[in-house]
């Protein structure tokens, strides 16, 4: 299994560090911004239809996380504590710095969230709550397995390196994922999948009922996630040489067999004839 690098405290004034906190903290800040006010013009647009808005939600969120992943790429585009997690977990980032990077996406999170508040004239913001009727570890169940989708899918078109699909295209498929997750959970979790993104709202209206399952949901799917692809890069290759010395081992069993099984077959003919 892919060991966790703890990394050096001197990663936050390395050049490439700052860079990478830089754009992250813009690629979240964009991200936050246009998610919360996309669900807030939804609120005020859609005239009470729930499905409008959910619609609304979920094809603008798809659009800015594709966006914003290509836009990021110097930082990784994590935009996401959860998907910060899964990455450590699997080997990809530091601790160090994945401590900078939740931070940086708390921090801009916030001031996303602030700025629409005052650009609205006081407006509500949205603060992520569960359904009627769903409960707590309902809830969670639901951020776990929305989460690790998410993760799941980071890590079969980004992070693999044999990824199977065109190169440019990864961003556009997670930002297909987020917004099928959304049509799929927001009525029932809000589909957050993103400690930060439920973070920021929450903070402003000063609304932290449920909160912990946003954090909770998410980081457990995130780190399972990262741990499961972690063990399956390291398995399946272990796997697929034993079966193939096993099949070979076979094939010259069979072929021994064959070749001796025909050859007494045309001695025997040979004495008859």
Known sequence: MTKIAVGTTREATQPDCIRALVVEFIATFLFVFT????????EKLSSGDAILRLVAVAVATAFVVAVMISAGHISGGHLNPAVTLGLLVGGHITVVRSVLYWIDQLVASAAASYLLCYLSGGMAIPVHTLASGVGYSQGVIWEIVLTFSLLFTVYGTMVDP?????????????????????????????????PAR????????????????????????????????????????????????????????????????????????????
């Open 162 to 194: 044999k990824k199977g699909v065109a190169t440019g295209h990864g961003p556009t498929i997670i930002g297909f994922v987020v917004g099928a997750n959304i049509l799929a959970g927001g009525a029932f979790s809000a589909a957050s999948m993103n």
């Open 35 to 42: 998610g919360v006010a996309s669900a807030m013009a939804a």
């Open 198 to 273: 439920s973070f920021g709202p929450a903070l402003v209206m000063g609304n932290w009922t449920g909160q912990w399952v946003y954090w909770v949901g998410p980081l457990i799917g995130g780190g399972l996630a990262g741990l499961s692809m972690n063990i399956f890069s390291l398995t399946v290759p272990i796997i697929y040489s034993i079966l193939m010395k096993k099949i070979n081992k076979e094939l010259v069993f069979y072929s021994f067999y064959a070749v001796f099984y025909f050859g007494n077959a045309r001695l025997i003919l040979s004495n008859q004839i």
